[in-house]
């Protein structure tokens, strides 16, 4: 995976995967740090060792390199990646990754990864919320509110999907997330 937007779209397709329809995302950057939590109300996790790439829950092919990248990501910046099964249903992963290290990758096209998401999952709630203090979030992005507004047709239109990458951009430029490697 080239960026963090591609490492995202890989746990929200895990999450969609296990049968997840709400999907919270928590950005956070300050100092060059990046920190990232992925909340679901999937069926959790049945296996202890989802870091080892021969450990799957797919049936067609038995590796899943997604996580075990992913970790490899964050830990060679100093960083981490942490997985925990929520009681009943459900998951959370956490990652940090030190944008000051030579080794980080840059962010990528985060909010193309969302309106994504959006196209490929569209009975699927996607929010993003931003954590500009400690304690303090800021909702930026809602997919079931977007599609009670436009209809999945005219989300696929190329404008309206570049109107809410645009919204989301801003938003994330506020607190020092673009493309490459922040502020």
Not at 31 to 46: A, Y
Not at 53 to 74: C, D, M, Q
Not at 105 to 123: Q, Y
Request: hydrophobic content about 40%.
């Amino acid at each position: 995976m080239k960026d963090i937007a591609d490492h995202i779209f890989d746990i929200l397709e895990n999450s969609v995967n296990a049968n997840a329809t709400e999907i919270e995302v928590i950005l956070k950057f300050f100092n060059k740090l990046f920190f990232c939590k992925i909340k679901d109300n999937g069926k959790g996790i049945k296996d202890k060792n989802v870091i080892d790439p021969f450990v799957t829950s797919r049936k067609e092919r038995r590796i899943g390199l997604g996580l075990p990248l992913l970790k490899r990501t964050a830990e060679e910046t100093g960083g981490f990646l942490k997985i925990s099964k929520l009681k009943g249903h459900g998951t959370i992963l956490e990652f940090k990754i030190n944008f000051s290290h030579i080794d980080s990758k840059p962010f990528g096209n985060i909010s193309e990864t969302f309106v994504d998401a959006m196209l490929c999952w569209p009975d699927v709630n996607v929010e993003i919320l931003l954590e500009i203090e400690k304690n303090k979030k800021v909702n930026i992005f809602n997919s079931k509110k977007i599609l009670e507004i436009i209809s999945y047709s005219e989300l696929q239109e190329k404008e309206i999907r570049n109107f809410i990458c645009c919204t989301i951009d801003q938003e994330l430029e506020r607190v020092g997330i673009n493309t490459q490697f922040g502020k």
